[in-house]
């Protein structure tokens, strides 16, 4: 065995060490669940694990079930449509350094979906996962992955999502925007700070509820920074207490700096709120593969509007979802790393407009889920 073991390597490719999803190197697993999977043990990075032959059709997207121990061993994920000509496909999986901004947690399975985009000159042949991760691995680090399915989308054209955090003041001027051309947003507030100078009111919150748009609820504390105990006062109290004065607030939530765990404070949000949105992973799909950790666009002061168009478009292309988030909008040189330029989004809202794009609100997309 050992020997097999040895000359197994040995002729694998030094660059990566291809693992078929169904019929490569790998070890079977199954628990009291009756939920079966493959470890994968890395060898040489960067390792590609593949999928079988794959045949989509329009209407459809894949699933994957993924979990990673030890993921700090983990630099990227990249996910990779392959067609019949050879070109390839890519589906970023975002991943940071701050580990609770990542979809990929600890020694925990996460579910995600992946849409191609459909050629009417070339087909589908199959989809992998590109890993590279530290040449220094721990011995202990293995990536699992249950066999992929195939589900039925919910819609069948793109739509696009526009939100901005926080709430700060420059927010009413953008509602009337968008409602003088016919679009909506959904705006994450912080009500603790609506009545800070540089933030909503009261009386422009109700204003922007008014032009049709979406309210719903940010926080300025990460979850992960909150005891267990206090997330029902820090947000589900406070999320109520609003409520009372705020009528039009949704339960939709965007995790503060995007940190989130999948244990308990997880669970919370769940249980308390109809949806959660992260930072970046874009764009989502409909269905998504969890309502509560929808992948968005993250957007800065150095995106291009150019770039914005241009993933609209390879939204259309998939028949996906893209949530773009804003921040902060300014008349002139936005400065932050998450202010963005009025003019630039002004830019954006035209072409939206002008292309008859599919625009809803969080609210809108996930209500039309059941």
């Not at 994968?40 to 993924?66: G, N, T």
């Not at 630099?75 to 449509?81: D, H, L, P, W, Y």
């Amino acid at each position: 065995m050992k020997l097999f073991l040895f000359l197994f390597f040995l002729f694998q490719p030094l660059y990566a060490f291809k693992s078929s999803w169904i019929n490569g190197y790998e070890i079977p697993r199954e628990d009291v669940f009756g939920r079966k999977w493959k470890d994968f043990r890395p060898y040489a990075p960067p390792m590609s694990l593949e999928s079988d032959v794959l045949k989509l059709k329009k209407d459809e997207l894949i699933e994957i079930a993924l979990k990673v121990k030890k993921v700090e061993n983990i630099n990227s994920i990249r996910g990779r449509f392959h067609y019949n000509d050879d070109s390839i496909e890519f589906r970023e999986i975002a991943y940071y350094a701050d580990l609770n901004m990542n979809l990929i947690q600890e020694d925990e399975w996460v579910k995600m979906t992946f849409a191609p985009n459909f050629y009417a000159d070339k087909k589908l042949k199959m989809f992998s996962l590109l890993f590279d991760f530290k040449k220094d691995f721990s011995e202990d680090f293995r990536i699992s992955i249950q066999p992929l399915k195939k589900i039925k989308k919910k819609n069948k054209s793109a739509i696009i999502t526009l939100t901005f955090d926080d709430g700060t003041k420059d927010h009413l001027k953008v509602a009337s925007y968008l409602h003088k051309n016919g679009l909506k947003g959904t705006f994450f507030i912080i009500p603790k700070y609506r009545d800070r100078v540089e933030f909503l009111n009261l009386k422009e919150l109700n204003e922007i509820h008014k032009l049709k748009m979406e309210l719903a609820y940010h926080h300025y504390n990460p979850i992960t920074d909150m005891y267990f105990q206090n997330l029902g006062k820090n947000l589900k109290d406070d999320f109520l207490e609003t409520k009372k004065i705020l009528p039009s607030i949704k339960p939709h939530f965007a995790y503060p700096l995007g940190k989130f765990d999948l244990y308990g404070r997880y669970e919370f949000i769940k249980n308390n709120f109809k949806s959660g949105r992260i930072v970046g992973g874009g764009p989502e799909t409909i269905p998504p593969g969890n309502k509560y950790l929808l992948r968005s666009v993250n957007i800065t002061s150095q995106t291009k509007v150019e770039e914005l168009i241009a993933i609209v478009k390879n939204c259309i292309k998939s028949q996906t979802w893209g949530i773009f988030m804003f921040h902060k909008l300014k008349e002139e040189n936005p400065e932050g790393l998450v202010e963005y330029s009025m003019s630039d989004f002004k830019k954006f809202v035209e072409f939206l407009k002008n292309e008859k794009i599919n625009v809803k609100t969080i609210g809108e997309v996930i209500s039309n889920l059941k």
